[in-house]
């Protein structure tokens, strides 16, 4: 191997309120006795990823400087969301929280050693870099034949997916509503809910995507722009029961509609009337934040509620190793079916600074997902 240092992306915010993105040359480092590096060769551009890589800087204000490897991007970032990014204000970050490629260095202990040579995923943030020093026990081995590209995204999507039913059993409800349900999850999610015979309601913004999502198989999928999309949720969640919903939009008043929605379906079948709403439980987890703007709640739906944040890393620390083994089993054994993920472009280290595709990637909209090849 003759590189001796590798590219990284690096995203800074100062306290005078700028971000800047710009690539650093980073030593690539010896191994330890349980480590591993790996060549990146894939790392997907998730939401989750642009919380990080641009924050809550107003990209209409970007400027691109320099070229190839010295490119920097500056952006603008209001002065009233400071507060909220102190902890990161001054200091570099390296960006991106999954990725797959081959293992070329592998340090002297047993599981570093079985590992080289070998095509792995890898959930452990800085991935948008050409080469990552990770712990053996953070690669996942990809089943034979099986590319970079395609376990490059074996870990968010899927497992928040597989983590959505599973909260939603472990909760006690039997359906569920997902929202901006045409993105690479809601697919995922469909697929899930079919093989497992869970009813879903799907939750879409244009009739595109209601057309997408049905052509999959999707049996209960309702556009947010129709006149009538309360009636036709309410209808949906009379024929499912569902009573649990995961929001990808966040900001709005989404989550009110459908809590509304729900007490409505829950009282079509109620035996006696309660002037304190429904006894059910009703509730709406918020796990993205499309919309940025308040969640704006019109309380029409009795007391028994809730709405409340959901976050994969926690979901996973709380089910402990045991609860995850035969989630990450599953992701593993059906990468290119259930779990395949479809991405719009393969951009390099440099491609992903490029002002005409940050404007693509930064408006987080569905069916426009890019992949990463830090070693294009």
């Given amino acids: ?76 970032v209001p002065e009233q969301a400071l507060p909220f990014i102190a902890a990161r204000l001054d200091q570099t970050m390296p960006v991106g929280n999954e990725g797959a490629g081959t293992v070329i260095k592998a340090g002297s202990s047993e599981a570093a050693q079985a590992l080289l040579g070998k095509t792995v995923s890898a959930v452990g943030g800085s991935m948008y870099s050409q080469y990552r020093l990770l712990k053996a026990t953070d690669c996942q081995p990809l089943p034979a034949g099986t590319t970079a590209a395609e376990g490059a995204s074996w870990f968010v999507n899927p497992l928040t997916a597989l983590g959505m039913t599973e909260t939603m059993k472990r909760e006690g409800h039997k359906a569920l509503v997902h929202t901006a349900a045409a993105s690479n999850l809601g697919q995922m999610l469909n697929k899930i809910c079919q093989e497992d015979g869970i009813p879903l309601v799907n939750i879409v913004r244009s009739a595109e995507q209601a057309k997408l999502l049905r052509g999959i198989g999707a049996k209960h999928v309702v556009d947010s ?38 007490e409505m379906a829950i009282n079509k079948t109620a035996k006696e009337y309660s002037r ?73 280290l440099p491609e992903v600074l490029d002002l005409k595709n940050i404007a693509v990637y930064g408006k987080r909209s569905t069916g426009e997902k890019f992949l990463i090849n830090p070693n294009k």
């Fill in 1 to 76: 191997m003759s590189a001796t240092t590798g590219l990284q992306l690096r995203s800074l915010i100062t306290k005078s309120g700028e971000l800047e993105l710009s690539l650093v040359e980073m030593p690539i480092p010896e191994p330890g006795p349980d480590q591993v590096v790996v060549k990146v060769e894939a790392t997907p551009i998730n939401p989750s990823d642009l919380g990080l890589l641009i924050g809550p800087a107003d990209m209409s204000t970007a400027k691109a400087s320099g070229s190839g490897a010295d490119i920097k991007v500056t952006a603008k």
């Fill in 225 to 262: 722009t129709s006149a009538n999309f309360t009636e036709e949720l309410t209808q949906a969640l009379v024929e499912t029961g569902a009573t649990i919903a995961f929001d990808a939009i966040g900001g709005g008043k989404l989550a009110s509609q459908i809590l509304t929605a729900m």
């Fill in 276 to 348: 304190y709403g429904s006894t059910t439980h009703k509730q709406v987890y918020i796990y993205g934040s499309l919309n940025t703007g308040p969640v704006e709640l019109t309380r029409n739906y009795g007391t028994a509620w809730g709405v409340g944040g959901w976050l994969l890393t926690p979901f996973l620390q709380k089910i402990g190793r045991s609860g995850q083994a035969p989630l990450r089993e599953r992701v593993v054994k059906n990468l290119k079916t259930t779990f395949a993920s479809h991405y719009t472009k393969v951009v390099s």
